[in-house]
């Protein structure tokens, strides 16, 4: 159990940091993927021992595929809890389908695309009431 939560809260703060990077401190998108996904896989490469083997094996998948979803616009979107919301969505997708994607132009990045139109679909639909109003 505490592995799970370890692994959805990895999803959270990795796209959440990406997404800072690439657009509050102006980075871009690639690099601020790029860097957490490095910086994340070295950090357990050189500490291997610091958390059990499936975690320090898996944190650094999270990190790259919840960093995709920090890869958005700040332009598209305006709200850091969406990006949360999105990463927590992508470690939820993650550990519930396992390699179910693989071989749809990776699954990584098909997860976290996957997760942050639902996100932003359902964010929409909350919005669709005040269409009505008069």
Same mark, same amino acid.
């Given at each position: 159990?505490?592995?799970?939560?370890?692994?959805?809260?990895? &999803?959270?703060?990795? @796209?959440?940091?990406?997404?800072?990077?690439?657009?509050?401190? /102006?980075?871009?998108?690639?690099?601020?993927? @790029?860097?957490?996904?490095?910086?994340? =896989?070295?950090? +357990?490469?050189? #500490?291997?021992?610091?958390?059990?083997?499936?975690?320090?094996?898996? *944190?650094?998948?999270?990190?790259?595929?919840?960093?995709? *979803?920090?890869?958005?616009?700040?332009?598209? *979107?305006?709200?850091?809890?969406?990006?949360?919301? =999105?990463?927590? #969505?992508?470690? +939820?997708?993650?550990?519930?389908?396992?390699?179910?994607?693989? &071989? #749809?132009?990776?699954?990584?990045?098909?997860?976290? @695309?996957?997760?942050? @139109? =639902?996100?932003?679909?359902?964010? /929409?639909?909350?919005?669709?009431?005040?269409? #009505?109003?008069?």
């Amino acid at each position: 159990m505490i592995d799970i939560t370890v692994i959805l809260i990895s &999803g959270i703060l990795f @796209a959440l940091l990406t997404f800072y990077l690439n657009n509050r401190l /102006q980075l871009g998108g690639v690099m601020a993927s @790029a860097g957490v996904s490095v910086l994340t =896989a070295a950090f +357990f490469h050189f #500490f291997p021992e610091l958390l059990n083997a499936e975690l320090t094996n898996t *944190i650094p998948v999270i990190a790259m595929g919840a960093s995709f *979803i920090g890869m958005a616009s700040s332009r598209i *979107i305006k709200k850091y809890w969406i990006i949360g919301v =999105a990463g927590l #969505f992508f470690s +939820f997708i993650f550990l519930v389908t396992g390699t179910f994607f693989e &071989g #749809f132009g990776g699954s990584l990045g098909t997860t976290a @695309a996957i997760s942050l @139109a =639902a996100v932003c679909g359902i964010f /929409q639909l909350g919005k669709i009431p005040a269409l #009505f109003k008069n």
